[in-house]
């Protein structure tokens, strides 16, 4: 089968690989129909982590179900589904308490958590292919309805953005009528704002320097904060009475740097405890690593970062982090999305065939001009 090889920082080719297969009975076997380039990829793309060479890129998967093995009950051959982005178990203490992000059978002894085409994350291979194997296949799989084929672009959110920016508004304590501040406009971010749309926020702000990125918030009612045009934390306390945000989101990661492109991992961070109020929430979905040996400063190659524990101390301000476990919330998306009530496609920016992924990376890693969120088709569903 054809899929996209990582080759180091940078290099990405489509390689002819042996095909996925049913290993065990417990397996689904997916023809892979849409699978996304995500923020969580460039990390990697950029040689910013231990991803191995030889290994296949591609965590947000959907597609058509072509084979099932002996042991598998609930999926059948036909079935358009769903793949949430972490590889977990059902069976072991933490997916029993719904911590599928945090699965204790999916990596190696010791490790907690699992994902596709992931540094760190069990070896599994990616999505970015023409096939991917599915362990536990019923417990992974999340079917879709009757409308899936036409509406690829909307279900395919579900395996990883939609429910990671919802967990970020989930983690920052939103209720409804609060107010709240979303740092990075990337696909992710933008879906926490339209997670804190939908769940009632008076006010949803979103700090980027994209402008593209920036209209597309705008698009959904959210308030654009450019911080290339100012301090983002001045900027938000214009908009919330001098208060600061109700509430917070980290859509951003380790790499963040200001406009001028100075890295500093911490920097989100300290934006987010000085623009979120005394006592309130953030939640952090953006990536953060323990060992980041391409890091500009020596603290941060360590993992390690200049956090204002102080301020956030002081403020009584409370942080969920993680990888966001995608099954406690994909379920009822996918429902949204059936009833039309939410429309996530709306930051699609490209649909291109497997080939055509190389040079997209290329584009979606420079944040390119009009690049905001790339979807791979490697097959057509039958
Ligand atoms: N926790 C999870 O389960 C999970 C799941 C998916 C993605 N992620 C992570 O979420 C993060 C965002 O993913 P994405 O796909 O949106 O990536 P992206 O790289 O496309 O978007 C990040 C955005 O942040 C902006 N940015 C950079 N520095 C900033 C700053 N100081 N202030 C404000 N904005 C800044 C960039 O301009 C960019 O638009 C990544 O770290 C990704 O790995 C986490
Ligand atoms: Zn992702
Ligand atoms: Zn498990």
Sequence with gaps: MKALVYHGPRQVSVDEVPDARI?????????????????????????????????????ENLGEVIEVGGGVDKIRVGDMVSVPFNVSCGHCNNCEHGLTN????????????????????????????????????????????????????????LSDILPT????????????????????????????????????????MVVDRHPDRLKLAEQIGAIPIDDSKGSPVDQVMEQTGGRGADRGAECVG??????????DNALTLNNLVASVKFTGGIGTVGVFIPQDPGAPDELAQQGKARFDFGTFWFKGQQMGCGQAPVKRYNRHLRNLIAENKIT???????????????????????????WTKVVLNPTQPS
């Excluded at 380790?254 to 890295?263: L, M, S, V």
């Design 165 to 204: 920016g919802w967990h970020a508004v989930e983690m920052s304590g939103l209720t409804p009528g609060e107010t709240i501040v979303i740092y990075g406009g990337g696909p992710v971010g933008l879906m926490a704002a339209l997670s804190a749309t939908v769940k009632g926020a008076a006010k949803v």
């Design 254 to 263: 380790y790499q963040a740097h200001d406009p001028q492109g100075n890295e």
């Design 23 to 59: 290993e065990k009975p417990t397996d689904v076997l997916v023809k892979i129909t849409s699978t996304n380039i995500c923020g969580s990829d460039l990390h990697m793309y950029e040689g910013r982590t231990d991803f191995e060479q030889g290994r296949i890129f591609g965590h």
């Design 102 to 157: 945090y699965c204790l059978t999916a990596n190696e002894p010791g490790v907690a958590g699992g994902a596709y085409g992931f540094a760190d994350m069990g070896g599994w291979a990616g999505g970015q292919a023409e096939y991917l194997r599915i362990p536990w296949g019923d417990f992974q799989c999340l079917r879709l309805p009757e409308d899936a084929k036409g509406k690829q672009n909307d279900y395919t959110m």
């Design 344 to 370: 996530p496609s709306w930051i699609v920016s490209h649909n291109l065939t497997l080939d055509q992924a190389p040079d997209a990376y290329q584009h979606f890693d420079a944040r390119d001009e009009g």
